[in-house]
């Protein structure tokens, strides 16, 4: 089940919220990744189902991702089998939907950013545009991305108050990567967002903040 609750405040998430591209290379929990799937995409209220992330008329076009890379993630005392997997938020589970060790693909589909090889796990957004389109129109193109960015930005602000270390990536091959998670073609991806431990964490100094504001108020 997912945490409701933490002892990171939303403002220390956002102070400390930040592009962290240096990972070590220790595997991700279970629970952990399982949390970030729910921040991303899960399932906050349960008469019609409403996720974490609000969706333009409830149409919810978009998909998550997991690709796992070997010994990237514990499940108790054993790894989960590298693959893709499919987030379902209405159950909560993780489904298998290419077996192996993706990650290398992945990263060459995303023009060599060494992140994407060193994280244990990358989250892939995709999005079925014919879902809001279908209500919208036209401008339900923009209501996707602008709905990516709500949830990719639930993945930033979940992952600091795990201690964890995150990056949206809009830089990709679309079709490679959604080969490679094994996505059905009406699904396009917009967002990877490897997660991992880092290397070191951002600390926004709040003396520094104040004198920043302070110089450009004059
Ligand atoms: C739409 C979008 C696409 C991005 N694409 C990439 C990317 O392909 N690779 C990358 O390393 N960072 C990418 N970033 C992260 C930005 O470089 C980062 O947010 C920016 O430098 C500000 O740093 P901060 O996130 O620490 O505040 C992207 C960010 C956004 C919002």
């Known amino acids: 089940m997912p945490r409701l609750s933490g002892v990171v405040s939303l403002e220390e998430t956002l102070a400390n919220r930040r592009s962290i591209r240096e990972y070590t290379d220790e595997p991700l929990t ?11 995409q899960g399932i906050s209220e349960t008469r019609h189902g409403f996720r974490t992330a ?6 919810y076009p978009l ?7 070997p010994q990237g ?10 693959g893709s997997y499919r987030y379902l938020p209405h159950s909560h589970t993780l489904v298998q939907v290419r077996r192996g060790d993706l990650v290398e693909e992945l990263y060459h589909a995303a023009l060599e950013q060494e992140w994407v090889r060193e994280a ?18 036209a401008r339900g ?3 996707v991305h602008i709905e990516v960015g709500h949830a990719g930005q639930n993945v930033y602000l979940q992952a600091v108050a795990l201690g ?3 990056v949206a990536i809009g830089a990709f091959h679309d079709e490679a990567v959604r080969e490679i998670i094994g996505a059905p073609e009406e699904e396009k991806p917009l967002y990877i967002m490897p997660v991992a431990r ?7 100094d709040p003396r520094e903040l104040a004198e920043y504001i302070e110089r450009r108020r004059g």
């Open 30 to 40: 279970i629970e952990e990744l399982a949390q970030l799937l729910w921040a991303a």
């Open 54 to 59: 609000p969706s333009a008329g409830a149409t």
């Open 63 to 69: 998909e998550v991702y997991a690709v796992i890379a």
């Open 73 to 82: 993630v514990l499940a108790g005392d054993m790894f989960l089998e590298p």
């Open 120 to 137: 244990p796990v990358n989250l892939v957004f995709t999005a079925v545009y014919e879902r809001t389109t279908r209500r919208y129109g």
């Open 141 to 143: 193109v923009r209501y």
């Open 164 to 166: 964890l270390a995150t």
């Open 198 to 204: 880092p290397a070191w964490r951002y600390r926004l």
